[in-house]
């Protein structure tokens, strides 16, 4: 699934994604294909807290908490201090 599909299927929603194929180029991630894996009305918090009980069951894999307002992806890949690089 892309982003473009992930937005069209689910306006206005919070999701939980995981990237299946991606890079980094510079400072970004860029998410080639990726997998819904929940979606959520207006409230970002049990979107958060989904992604939090998949990331300590999963930490190896790359899940994303989202807005699908967004058109553009726009992750930023952060450095051991967590300022973007």
């Known amino acids: 699934m892309t982003w473009e599909q992930v937005r069209e299927q689910y306006p206005d929603r919070w999701v939980v994604i995981e990237a299946l194929d991606a890079r980094t180029e ?6 080639v294909r990726l997998v819904l894996i929940a979606d959520f009305a207006d409230d970002w918090r049990p979107a958060w807290n989904r992604y939090e009980s ?7 894999r790359e899940f994303y908490v989202l807005h699908t307002d967004r058109e553009q992806l726009d992750i930023g890949v952060l ?3 967590r300022y973007r690089l």
Do not use: M, W
């Open 26 to 31: 510079g400072s970004e991630r860029v998410v």
């Open 54 to 60: 998949l990331h300590i069951a999963s930490p190896e």
């Open 79 to 81: 450095n051991a201090f």
